[in-house]
């Protein structure tokens, strides 16, 4: 999974069987190291109840609706998804950009 964030908009870049993965109820994520030992990470996976973003302990959760998930997973010309989720400065976007199997995260 490949993870892109500018400024509140974060996007996620997936492979076919990160999505499948994803809708088989697991998650996906990685990491990125710094040099003074910190490190990011992030992780995808799906919650039937709804579509959050969380960062906690240096890390990015972001977790979608499963049935919205699967409904997108499943459908090969669906190649993206997004939403508007609220965040403390009014609210957190998921834009759907026209690419290859993407989750797009945009925090407005």
């Known amino acids: ?22 809708i088989a109820g697991g998650s996906v994520g990685g990491a990125t190291n710094f040099p003074a030992g910190e490190r990011l990470r992030y992780r995808l996976a799906t919650d039937n109840e709804k579509t959050s973003a969380t960062f906690r302990e240096g890390e990015i959760v972001i977790l979608l609706h499963k049935p919205t998930a699967t409904i997108w997973g499943l459908d090969e010309t669906k190649i993206s998804l ?4 609220p965040n403390a400065e009014g609210g ?17």
């Open 1 to 22: 999974m490949k993870l892109r964030i500018l400024d509140n908009k974060i996007r996620l870049r997936l492979e076919r069987q990160e999505v499948a993965t994803i």
């Open 82 to 85: 997004d939403a508007v989720l």
């Open 92 to 108: 957190l976007h998921r834009k759907r950009p026209a690419s290859a199997a993407l989750c797009c995260v945009h925090l407005t």
